[in-house]
């Protein structure tokens, strides 16, 4: 295949970042789009110029290092995959194809296509845990039994792989899909149903101080999420969050 | 010289015994003692975590953007532990015992006892923290079972084990940093240890945003720095997953031990082009219901390579089985080590399913019906189709693993519901690393090694299942307690300055190193030279090894080395976000390593785990171990090159456990 990149340019966070051209050629399906990055790459570094920087890690779809804006999608064209996952089997021959950064105030770029997610740590640091020390002389690990869907259903939101997709997607930059998969994991384990209204009350509070926007329920974060995290989360976070209002002291 | 302080007396008695006597450092001097953890994995995380809980000063650095993606994320399978929830007669005894034979005789007793006592607090400590294991329909948790074993005590969430066990730990590290007893240091790096007095006070850190080089002090510094399977440039490793750390720490006294061990794992999607990046694995967990075959006749082979024939037009007589017909009391189940070198084994014989003649099938046709068939009873569904019962089998394998099922069908664009998946093996773990005694202290005195970065539990092969208990049973329950022993040394020590000429020197070390680098005139790109050692190392020193590979492979990396230093280009600069610097400053340290690990090979000449030498097999193609030469851990002394490291001898002993043949026919 062949394929016309445009890929932004930025030298650092307080540059002007521009669109940069860039001809492929001899593109196979087979590889992962940051497999055919690799390859750019690896041609500006012989040519002498530099190569584009981006992130990316485990590049099997767990680590949510790898963060791209392609075509107006997050993580491209595909569903419930990342970036690293996405072949360029999902390409045309002849294709010109965008990649951006995510964008939000919330995610100042670093350069290139890479931005900064600590907002992220910061709000799990705000209350995403369970207060319990890690002496081991905890109670034995089935002296509370949990019905299977509840477990299964905490499962699903813990899958949440911190990526950013949600935000970069939401025209409100919100990161309640985020947020709300943390608060829904742990408010439906009875390990963590003991402190789910401080909890949510602390993540939200972080969450508008990094500045991140509201939800305004138009669904395309979970459209866009490579794990599948469902809005659902979302409401249940809301119900906690307004009775956890009502009750606070 | 090698001092393991083992503690004495009886095996079950040790680490107790242990733990009663060894110092503690009471409340009010931990808050004057500083620990700086490298690595944010789930030993890093863990041992952070808990250290800070404790009353520590932590510094923890991890070079990805949040702490939250070190590799251990990527875990599939699940964890160990000796619950014996499903009553098939588990115990520490038997978890101690299936480790010691499956790591083939060459870890240490007392560690991987002690690794089985703790085993069943992880469970514990999980749950306790929100980690959503899967559950029977009852609210109690769930087992599978793994290779190399003849009970069921996996753990799992999903294929997703290792994401939602690290993301407790990260969560109990988020708590700490919350209330200000760790700081965390993302996108770092760390460059080298700084000694001053023969100890290890500290590190020299490269920010990667910035490229600034920093100083941090300590009193101990730990390391969880994971393993060194990048080496071999292809592997289930991450892209940033370094030995750089474990190997400055060499470099600067601590002893490597066994680099040669490492483990190519039998099940993961087989390469596809020159341009592939990394491998991806399909879990262990798949070979609890799927089967591992061939075709019988080389005519099927060609028929299915050339596209006539497929996988499933071929009847169960025309499949050979080979795990199955050649170990039937293990079957698919046999150990990593074991079940790799039968894929290649065939392979080699001409029996490879897909165009490079490098795979294998792993099917899951029986499972999907004997699941739907219980379905069916389940279900109360009268005179079922064959369809409606695979249909529902499939649903069951869906729930069990459909994460990975649709990682394979992403990857390959082949749906493994339809037609068997295509697997190949490939470089997954490495079970040397930094020597370290009982108390997990490498040869310099205050620096320690943890989870994947040490090497005393998994021996000559790690079973599945257990990385993720070793990580977390060091960071969590063994570290902790064993550095107070050390650091009750130093509660009046203070704070350690950084202004020492020791730290002066670490730092220009670095920044001549970084600077040579990014100055060098050279053209070639970093990628090219990691992928020629790799292929080295995947030829000379992987699944098979032999004295004349193993010599070839030695003057082929040195040369290697030789070339990097003249040719390669190192774009942009070095005060800036760069990630080609990052990988040019890893790959200088993967090129002394790998050298280490054909040497280490070399010397070992018997089999032994994934330790494979041509030259010491039993007739039927079997690993042969050579008790009476080699039952020692190698541990190498750093002595100016890699060449000319120095051996050193543990030698293992054996109290309570005969030294067999293993067997697991």
Known sequence: MNITLKVWRQKGPNSLGAMETHKMTEVSGDMSFLEMMDVLNDRLVREGKEPFAFDHDCREGICGTCSMFINGEAHGPGRNVTTCQLHMRSFKDGETIHVEPWRSAAFPVIKDLTVDRSSFDRIIQAGGYVSVNTSGDTQDANSIPIPKHDADEAFDSATCIGCGACVATCKNSSAMLFVSAKVSQLSLLPQGKTESSERVLRMVDQMDIEGFGNCTNTGACEVECPKGISLTNIARMNREFLSSTLTSK | ?665
């Open chain 2, 1 to 665: 010289m090698l001092d393991s302080k083992i503690p004495e007396g009886p095996l079950a008695e040790k680490w107790s015994k242990h733990k009663d006597n060894i110092r503690l450092v009471n409340p009010a001097n931990k808050r004057h003692i500083d620990i700086i953890v490298v690595g944010t994995g789930l030993a890093g995380a863990s041992a952070a975590a808990s250290l800070a809980e404790m009353g520590y000063n932590v510094k923890s650095l991890c070079f990805q953007d949040s702490p939250r993606r070190a590799h251990s994320i990527a875990a599939q399978g699940g964890i160990n532990a000796s619950k014996n929830y499903q009553n098939d007669g588990d115990s520490v005894y038997r978890l101690f015992y299936d480790t010691v034979k499956g790591g083939d005789y060459r870890s240490r007793e007392a560690n991987v006892h002690r690794l089985a006592e703790v085993s069943g607090s992880i469970i514990d400590q999980c749950v306790a923290q929100g980690v959503p294991f899967a559950r029977e329909y009852g609210g109690l948790l769930d087992n599978r079972s793994f290779g190399g074993v003849q009970v069921s005590r996996t753990f799992y969430a999903k294929g997703q084990t290792g994401q939602q066990l690290l993301l407790g730990a990260y969560s109990a590290l988020s708590r700490q940093i919350s209330k200000g007893k760790v700081e965390m240091l993302n996108r770092h790096e760390m460059m080298d240890v700084v000694k001053i007095d023969g100890k290890a006070r500290g590190i020299i850190a490269r920010n990667l945003i910035t490229g600034e080089i920093e100083r941090h002090s300590a009193h101990a510094v730990v390391l969880c720095t994971g393993g060194y399977g990048n080496a071999f440039y292809l592997s289930t490793n991450a892209m940033g997953s370094n030995a750089s750390a474990v190997w400055r720490a060499h470099k600067k006294g601590s002893f490597f031990a066994n680099p040669c061990f490492t483990q190519i794992h039998p099940t993961c999607i087989p390469v596809s082009g020159h341009y592939q990046s990394k491998l991806t694995l399909m879990s262990e967990s798949l070979r609890n219901d799927g089967r591992i075959w061939v075709p019988k006749s080389k005519s099927d082979v060609e028929a299915i390579r050339n596209g006539s024939k497929k996988a499933i037009d071929l009847k169960e007589d025309e499949r050979d089985y080979y795990l199955e017909r050649r170990y039937p009391a293990f079957g698919n189940l046999v150990p990593r080590d074991v079940a790799s070198r039968a894929a290649k084994e065939r392979c080699d014989a001409g029996y490879g399913v897909n165009k490079t003649g490098q795979a294998v099938y792993l099917d899951f046709a029986s499972a999907f019906e004997r699941y739907g068939k219980t379905e069916v009873l389940t279900q109360g569904i009268e005179n079922p189709t064959h369809e409606q019962i695979i249909n529902l089998g499939r649903e069951v394998v869906k729930s069990k693993y459909g994460n990975l099922f649709d990682m394979y069908k992403q990857i390959t664009d082949d749906n493994p519901y339809e037609t068997p998946m295509m697997i190949y093996p490939a470089v997954h773990y490495t079970m040397g690393g930094l020597w370290v005694d009982y108390n997990l202290m490498t040869t310099v005195p205050g620096l320690f090694a943890a989870g994947e970065a040490n090497f005393s539990d998994h021996g000559a092969n790690r079973l599945g299942a257990s990385a993720l208990m070793q990580g977390l049973a060091d960071g969590y329950f063994v570290l902790p307690y064993t550095i107070g022993d050390y650091l009750a040394d130093d509660i009046r020590t203070g704070k350690i300055p950084t202004n020492s000429p020791e730290f002066d020197e670490a730092e220009k070390q670095v920044k001549d190193e970084i600077s040579a680098l990014i100055n060098n005139n050279g053209d070639t790109p970093v990628d090219d030279f990691h992928r020629r050692l790799g292929l080295i190392m995947w030829n000379k020193c992987g699944m098979a090894r032999n004295e004349k590979h193993l010599k070839e492979a030695i003057v082929e990396i040195q040369e290697l080395r030789k070339e990097f230093y003249a040719k390669v280009r190192v774009s942009g600069s070095a005060d800036d976000f760069n990630p080609e610097l990052e990988k040019a400053t890893r790959l200088a340290d993967f090129l002394e390593l790998g050298e280490a690990m054909c040497l280490d090979a070399l010397t070992r000449s018997e089999s032994c785990g994934g330790h494979f030498r041509d030259e010491s097999q039993t007739e039927d193609g079997e690993a042969l171990r050579d008790d009476e030469n080699f039952t020692f851990v190698s541990a190498w002394e750093y002595t100016g090159a890699p060449s000319e490291a120095k051996l050193h001898k543990e030698p293992l002993v054996y109290d309570n456990i005969e030294l067999k043949q293993r067997s697991y026919k």
